[in-house]
């Protein structure tokens, strides 16, 4: 009769995590009729440097007592960004919202979603990469082929099944195999006298500096590396039009 009972234990949450991860994907896919925008989000390490399990636990509840008092619904994923990380997925917030909470649990990137409607074809999310209020990237796609499955790192999960959102790759960058981007410094007297390449040049040195802080997570390092990349492809554009 033990046996037994363990043995529906097991098979019970093995198929509520297979509906939540079914849910999940649903949405992000688009073919929620009740569900227009997603969030996506942490308060685990704030400023990119590592908080204790204590810090980060505290942190988690404040947050979702945050998104209670604002009357929206989330659900809870895991996932792995350097190491384990706790997040929510948050239905129906706007965009200024999750900008908001992210500054506010200071994380320094967060990601939003809107439903985009054709008038042929199914609908589609449109994801956001946001750091503080500016976009940085946009990606029309979400993957959790068998490719997402074997990943070892960065990945999010719900029930131990994954999915990414494939900023930074450029398989997504609609890219040439000859566009600009391979440049890691550039002389003085490249840089044009304006104020977009000035303020390129500046963010660039203050990430290479992040890059080099010891004490901050793989997480934080993997999104200034990747953001320099993409100032460092703007830059050369600049340069070289």
């Known amino acids: 009769m033990k046996s037994f009972v363990e043995n529906w234990r097991k098979f019970r949450k093995k198929v509520l995590n297979e509906g939540g991860f079914s849910r999940i994907r649903q949405i992000m896919l688009g073919q929620v009729p009740s569900v227009d925008t997603v969030g996506i989000l942490t308060a685990e390490n704030p400023a990119g440097r590592p908080a204790s399990p204590q810090t980060n636990a505290s942190l988690m509840r ?43 649990f200071d994380q320094e990137a967060v990601i939003w979603g809107q439903k985009q409607r054709k008038e042929e074809g199914d609908p589609f999310y449109r994801f956001e990469y946001i750091e503080g209020d500016r976009t940085v990237q946009t990606r029309d796609v979400s993957l959790s082929d068998q490719s997402v499955q074997s990943l070892g790192d960065f990945y999010s999960e719900k029930g131990g099944r994954k999915f990414v959102i494939p900023f930074f790759d450029d398989d997504y960058e609609h890219a040439s195999p000859t566009d600009a981007g391979r440049r890691l410094s550039f002389e003085p007297g490249e840089i044009p006298d304006d104020d977009e390449a000035k303020a390129l040049v500046e963010s660039i040195k203050t990430r290479n500096k992040r890059l080099l802080d010891i004490n901050r997570t793989i ?6 590396r990747s953001i320099m990349r993409e100032e460092m492809r703007r830059l050369e554009r600049l340069i070289r039009p």
């Open 219 to 224: 997480k934080s390092k993997w999104h200034h």
């Open 62 to 104: 404040d947050l979702k007592n945050s998104l209670r008092l604002m009357k929206v619904g989330y659900t809870d994923i895991a996932g792995s960004f350097g190491s384990p990380e706790k997040s929510v997925l948050i239905m129906n917030i706007s965009r200024d919202d999750v900008a908001m909470l992210g500054k506010k």
